[in-house]
Nanobody, 125 residues
């Protein structure tokens, strides 16, 4: 069984930065993909970013591109999402999610079997 434990999040002003982390325990593989999703108030969860373990390939939503960075510390089994230049619309609960045996990076939440507990990010103006 795979467990994802998130840390980070909090309150920040517009233009500030936050880093979220997701620690993984259990079985993963080189084909695994870790993604981050945002659930803004009153909205569905949306794809933010993802990283494929074996080749480090990344993908970002249009909104996150250029502002967010996703990275992996394989020694600590942790994937982090560094968020810079935060905007009010970045507010929401952020979830990490793992697709253990992925065929590629996918942006639909139904493709991800395991989820972290979520972390609140609030960006104030």
């Amino acid at each position: 069984q795979v467990h994802l434990v998130q840390s980070g999040g909090g309150l920040v002003q517009v233009g500030g930065s936050l880093t979220l982390s997701c620690a993984t325990s259990g079985r993963t593989s080189g084909n695994s993909v870790m993604a981050w999703f945002q659930q803004a108030p009153g909205k569905e969860r949306e794809f933010v970013a993802a990283l494929r373990f074996w080749n480090g390939r990344t993908a970002f939503s249009e909104s996150a591109q250029g502002r967010f960075t996703i990275s992996r510390d394989s020694a600590r089994n942790t994937v982090s999402l560094a968020m810079d230049d935060l905007k009010v619309e970045d507010t929401g609960v952020y979830y990490c999610a793992l697709d253990v045996d992925a065929f590629g990076i996918r942006q639909l939440e139904k493709e991800y079997e395991f989820w972290g507990q979520g972390a609140q990010v609030t960006v104030s103006s």
